[in-house]
């Protein structure tokens, strides 16, 4: 069995959609993450399960998608030291805001690292964990330098043609 470093987990199979692209951002850093459906009102035994079992078993960090109440991000938090990253997602009437307000609103001392609602989070949510284990891993973090410097080539670029048909 592969040993993960990064969970990536949700709150239903409707969620999915937005995190496959998570899964996939860190696919092209060559990080295979653990993907599990997990519910923190429909499973919660499973959820602290896991989340107090995740530092043994090799897991560094936790990315949780879930939307309305967003109520997975912050029950793994309670139960583990691993930072964990949680994707709001649109699930209800408000798009997304609910999620994105339970998530960022958590009690001093349950921190849960937030990105944006959809899919820029869920690929901003990759991204920060990739960070994270850069850290410690030079592999990644020279992969991650290349990719800050081909997405500075790409906006040179962008800006070289906007002038070019500027100047006619």
Not at 70 to 83: K, N, S, V
Request: proline letters at 5%; hydrophobic letters at 50%.
């Amino acid at each position: 069995m592969a040993k993960y470093e990064i969970a990536v987990v949700f709150g239903s199979d409707s969620d999915w959609p937005v995190m496959k692209k998570c899964v996939a951002q860190l696919q092209t850093f060559d990080v295979e993450p653990m993907v599990e459906v997990m519910s923190a009102h429909r499973n919660p035994a499973r959820v602290a399960e896991f989340a107090e079992g995740a530092s043994r078993a090799g897991f560094k960090v936790i990315i949780a998608g879930a939307g309305m109440s967003a109520a997975l991000a912050g029950t793994l938090a309670a139960h583990t030291a691993l930072p964990v990253i949680g994707v709001p997602l649109a699930g209800s009437s408000l798009k997304g805001i609910d999620a994105l307000l339970a998530t960022v609103q958590m009690p001093p001392g349950v921190p849960v690292g937030s990105v944006g609602i959809g899919d820029a989070g869920a690929k901003n949510a990759a991204f920060l964990a990739i960070r994270i284990l850069a850290l410690s891993d030079e592999r990644l973090a020279s992969a991650y330098d290349q990719f800050k410097a081909r997405l500075a080539d790409g906006v040179a670029e962008k800006n070289a043609a906007i002038q070019a048909e500027r100047a006619g």
